[in-house]
């Protein structure tokens, strides 16, 4: 692992510092001396570890901004004390003294404070590298955690069996697409789609052979979709596809090529069974009115999808553009 390090310091500082830390194939080091940059850097692409020049203007402010930074409190900061009046003082009184500057030194923000004390070359050399593997160890564990939370947030937003993004993701990213349609002024769509007559499949061939459906069913939906298309599974055999930058007549246009490219093909489920299943589905644009989560916008496009499916299943309706298309109304189940 290369770790990344910020020298809060002057170039002169910098050469003082262990020969160790020059090693480019270890560490990446940076140094800069005016606070506003460092911090501006710090920000941008915050490093591993960050060293500082006590003597240098900006030191302890930089130590206390970093303590108040929640999200970078990873960061492992080393306060290097070299200004000479207080190193003078150290060596004028006794340990009491040291210990209360070095508890002040932590109070402000700093994880460690090194005395860089003439003459103790080899000393401050070996406990700056001490500390140093400190805050590779902290970086590592910060990685390692954020690679777990990556892979925990993937499993709570996913759905298992299809795959797709699940009904809390579609809660957490609708209102961010609304927010953001909003914002640019762009349109929004949706569709929610149900398998016609799913309970039969199941009752007549079980729940295994079912599930397989779904499977098949999304692998086809997702493979016909536009790149800016997220599909969801809402529940059971129902999904939820958010169109971004998609006006109604566009939704519209999407939903009818779903409705025929799952109908015209039935699904292998294994050699000896194919099934074919239509689906019905209601679309729906966001409007003014509509709720920054999604409710009324969601709720609008289910009411279209119950009329669908009343009407004759294997329909799109979106009453939002009146327009609908009638197909065949029943389910056909195939096997040989």
């Known amino acids: ?187 929004l769509s949706l569709i929610i789609l149900d398998v016609d007559y799913f309970k039969r499949v199941n009752d007549t061939y079980g729940h295994l052979v079912g599930d397989r459906l779904l499977q098949l069913l999304c692998t086809r939906i997702r493979h016909n979709l536009r790149f800016q298309d997220t599909p969801f599974r809402y529940g059971g055999e129902e999904f939820v596809i958010l169109l971004s930058n998609t006006s109604c007549q566009e939704a519209m246009v999407v939903a009818h090529r779903l409705n025929r490219i799952v109908s015209e093909q039935p699904f292998a489920i294994n050699h000896t069974l194919a099934i074919n299943v239509t689906i019905s589905l209601g679309t729906a644009c966001l409007q003014a009115e509509d709720d920054l989560k999604g409710t009324s916008l969601l709720g609008r496009a289910d009411k279209y999808l119950l009329q669908a499916k009343s009407s004759g299943r294997n329909r799109v309706i979106g009453c939002d553009c009146q327009s609908q298309l009638s197909r065949s109304t029943h389910l056909q189940v195939l096997s040989s």
């Open 1 to 187: 692992m290369n770790i990344s390090i910020l020298v809060f310091g002057s170039e002169h500082f910098l050469t003082t510092l262990p020969d160790q830390i020059h090693d480019a194939s270890t560490f990446k080091v940076e140094a800069i001396a005016n606070l506003n940059q460092a911090v501006s850097q710090i920000q941008v692409k915050p490093p591993d570890i960050i060293l500082v020049q006590a003597s240098l203007d900006g030191s302890m402010e930089l130590c206390n901004w970093l303590k108040e930074q929640i999200k970078l409190s990873w960061i492992h900061c080393i306060l290097l004390e070299d200004r000479p009046e207080l190193i003078t003082l150290r060596n004028q009184n006794d340990w009491e003294w040291e210990l209360e500057m070095n508890a002040s030194a932590l109070q402000q923000g700093a994880d460690a404070y090194i005395w860089q004390l003439p003459g103790h070359t080899t000393i401050r050399h070996r406990l700056l590298l001490a500390q140093l593997t400190v805050g590779v160890r902290k970086a590592q564990k910060y990685r390692d955690l954020i690679r777990t939370n990556d892979l925990l947030s993937a499993i709570a937003l996913a759905d298992s069996l299809t795959e797709l993004n699940n009904r809390r993701a579609l809660e957490w990213d609708l209102p961010r697409q609304i927010n953001k349609a909003r914002n640019k002024n762009n349109p």
